[in-house]
């Protein structure tokens, strides 16, 4: 009789842990030293994921290879549709006809990770949403992006709507390659729009020491999800974690990457490369969260609770104005360095001054 009550002991002890272990344990990480794009740490990094809005980084890789084309200038007007008024959570709420920037829908993607400046993007550059995610696909194809397929620009629930660890950690470090004189809008803490300050959600961003930027995700069926880039001490990682349980789990799980790979935590393996061709696991994405209605709910929030914060971290708060004084080869980008409080960002450039390439028309469904 105690043989068999020990056994089943063991038995339970052994079912519980698993069970423990695969609810807490469940998620994608790949951490890449951006110097050379060696790959320092991976989790499940070719599993298909929902990237709910780190889908933005794409729609915004988009808008920089535009700029860089001359195809659109930061000064252009974009007008909203009624398709792209009618976003959820989280936006900027803006109103059929009310116009902002491109240079304002980069920063509203990045710092509130606005759902309708995303789409007003999208259709000015794509035409429509949905041509735009046709584009979108094509680009991220191109770019070594393999397992990865957009149906929108925001990011928003949709069943083929996929991408990796790994493929999103490429698009980060082309980001950063490709845009080296765009690339530091990402660590904006903040905007200007309406004449009210609109301060960013990205608790990495702010308080992490050397963080640089990139994005923040979620949604029911992905999870937390979180790009982010650092600098210390010369070296500079890129990080992705999809998956997290919750938004200050998510935030942990960076913190843990980034400072083992800061402190030499990790072997570099020379034949790993961030671009090297890898193979999807074939199996489908996870749904994380069991939160609102279906696995492909999304809840009508901000992606990022007011209540989250990362303990024992200083922050120094920067105006994008300051971060972003310096000027675009070519003399395309010049953004203004003493930019009143309460005042829009400026930017003065041939770009800026030279005419659109012409408006795409509003797209309503």
Partial sequence: MKSVKLIFFVVMSV??????????????????????????NEIESTQSWYPASLTKLMTIYMAFDALNKGQIQLQDPLSTSYHASRQPNSKLGLRVGETLTVEEAILALITRSANDAAVVLAEHIGGTEESFAVKMTAKAHSIGMSDTHFMNATGLPHPWQVSTARDLGLLAWKTLNNFPDYYPYFSAHSFIFRGM?????????????GA????TGFTCGSGYNLISTASQNGKRLIGVVLGGMSSPQRYQLMIDMMDAGFSNQYTANPTTHIETAVTNTGTP????????????????????????HIAHRQTKHYRVSHVLNRHKAGGKVKVASKAKAGSKVKATSKAAKGKSTGKKPPHHR
């Fill in 197 to 209: 300050e609109l301060q960013a959600i990205n608790k990495f961003t702010a308080h992490y020491p």
């Fill in 285 to 308: 994405p996870p749904h994380q969260l069991g939160c609102g209605n279906g696995s492909m709910a999304v809840i009508s929030s901000t992606e990022d609770e007011n209540s989250d």
């Fill in 15 to 40: 079912c519980l842990f698993s069970v423990s272990e695969v609810s807490h344990a469940r998620h994608a990480a790949i951490l890449v030293d951006a110097s050379n794009g060696g790959v320092l």
């Fill in 212 to 215: 640089e930027g990139m994005k």
